[in-house]
């Protein structure tokens, strides 16, 4: 039904930024909630930031005052600007989409994802 497509990871150093986008298909886009979530290797996935479908924003603590999760709903995409990057973001990122925002903050059950893009952060 949906298909999410995440763009924008890369290298950089610590201390620098860089800018995630997911595309969402459909006509509908305006009606999910939308979320990021990422998982370095080894680890268990974890909750970086979501938005509703009215704009309200959530983060995780690890990336409150760094991180800032905006959409463009005429575009169907979801970004996410990362600063202040630090070598514990490195991890996959993934874009998530939900019709209940409190769905992707808790991030089990979430009906939609992407399909991961690397971010690596080198001391």
């Known amino acids: 039904q949906v298909q999410l497509v995440e763009s924008g990871g890369g290298l950089v150093q610590a201390g620098g930024s860089l800018r995630l986008s997911c595309a969402a298909s459909?006509?509908?886009?305006?009606?999910?909630?939308m979320g990021w979530f990422r998982q370095a290797p080894g680890k268990e996935r974890e909750f970086v930031s979501a938005i509703s479908v009215s704009g309200g924003t959530y983060y995780a603590d690890s990336v409150k005052g760094r991180f800032t999760i905006s959409r463009d709903n005429a575009k169907n995409t979801v970004d996410l600007q990362m600063n202040s990057l630090k070598p514990e973001d490195t991890a996959v990122y993934f874009c998530a989409a939900d019709s209940l925002v409190r769905t992707v903050v808790r991030g089990t059950g979430v009906r939609y994802w992407g399909q991961g893009t690397q971010v690596t952060v080198s001391s």
């Open positions: 459909g006509r509908t886009f305006s009606s999910y909630a």
